[in-house]
Nanobody, 116 residues
């Protein structure tokens, strides 16, 4: 079983999308759950994460526009993306985070395309 992301799509600049990620097993096994994104021709980058205590962190590029939340009973993490910009266009992935190491297990991702 692997992480399964959904909710991506095509949206105009200024619009919103809500991504979901269902994790296999108990997400409490991880220190946190995170969202990452990879734009064409660029390296995958961290966007946001939420730990078991629901502390959230955001990359500067998305802070104030994105929120992250989790539903432990559903083993699901969400990424609410508002005020989307064309530069947010990327494949979005979620991952379980253990300590400070870069995740090694990924789902198939979900494509987000923001038109200008």
């Amino acid at each position: 079983a692997q992480l399964v992301e959904s909710g991506g799509g095509l949206v105009q600049a200024g619009g919103s999308l809500r991504l979901s990620c269902v994790a296999p097993g108990n997400i409490f096994s991880a220190d946190a759950m995170g969202w990452y994104r990879q734009a064409p021709g660029k390296q995958r980058e961290w966007a946001a994460d939420i730990n078991s205590g629901r502390r959230t962190r955001f990359a500067d590029s998305v802070r104030g526009r994105f929120t992250i939340s989790r539903d432990n009973a559903k083993n699901t993490v969400y990424l609410q993306m508002n005020s989307l910009k064309p530069e947010d266009t990327a494949v979005y992935y979620c991952a379980l985070i253990f300590g400070t190491t870069w995740p090694t297990s990924w789902g198939q991702g979900t494509q987000v395309t923001v038109s200008s």
